[in-house]
């Protein structure tokens, strides 16, 4: 079946410091989302990618859907103590009600 | 509802027993997707409703799992004579329409634990 291939599984950083994550595919998708769960809690939805090429931000996370349409990256900049979590990737394939998710990047900031 | 909300929050129930699991979506949402989240695992996809459709029941891991969605509301997932694999969090999400364009919105989950 499908897959997202997420890395890093897991993050440790210092408060302030930026973030990189990226999800790739062997498919092609033409939907890419990131979500953010928090310990004991569903996921959030952070941001919605829907056009190969596409950039989004959303204050200090930028996403970018890449032009393959394979893979997508999300970005934290200056990272703050709430940032911890567990971000995930999923990808839609309009027309498919389901989303496939990644296994999630844990992330852990230091204050 | 302002939200997905999902009960119990917590259940401990002997292997072997039944469980249902209850999922109220937000209000008018007309999907409704239960997914399973094993520890350290991503969310892997167990059933879809949309509208009065079939729904989608590709990924519910044996016939000991089954769902229902009365009156387009209100979900239950059931699982039968639970075994220990099955110990996992249970997320319930809604969505505006059929198709994954504008995400989900999910619950809280349970947290089914089975010993």
């Known amino acids: 079946g499908q897959q997202l291939n997420q890395s890093p599984q897991s993050m440790f950083i210092q408060e302030g410091e930026d973030v990189s994550m990226n999800c790739t595919s062997s498919?092609?998708?033409?939907?890419w989302l990131w979500y953010k769960q928090d310990p004991g809690e569903g996921p959030v939805l952070l941001i919605a990618l829907y056009k190969a090429g596409e950039l989004t931000s959303n204050g200090r996370l930028t996403a970018q859907f890449g032009i393959t349409r394979k893979d997508s990256f999300l970005n934290i900049s200056a990272s703050i103590p709430s940032d911890v979590g567990i971000y995930f990737c999923a990808g839609g394939q309009g027309g498919s009600e389901k989303l496939v998710f990644g296994k999630g990047t844990k992330l852990t900031v230091n204050p | 509802g302002a939200g997905v909300s999902q009960s119990p929050s917590n259940k401990v129930t002997e292997k072997g027993k039944d469980v249902e699991l209850r999922c109220d979506p937000i209000s008018g949402h007309t999907a409704l997707y239960w997914y399973r989240q094993s520890l350290g695992q991503g969310l892997e996809f167990l059933i879809y409703?949309?509208?009065?459709?079939?729904?989608?029941k590709s990924g519910l891991p044996s016939d000991r799992f089954s769902a229902e969605r009365t009156g387009g509301s209100v979900s239950t997932l059931t699982i039968q004579r639970t075994q220990q694999e099955d110990s996992a969090v249970y997320l319930c999400?809604?969505?505006?329409?059929?198709?994954?364009?504008?995400?989900?919105?999910f619950g809280s989950g349970t947290r089914l634990t089975v010993v």
């Open positions: 409703f949309q509208g009065n459709s079939a729904p989608d």
């Open positions: 999400a809604s969505s505006s329409r059929g198709g994954g364009w504008n995400g989900y919105t």
């Open positions: 498919s092609i998708f033409n939907t």
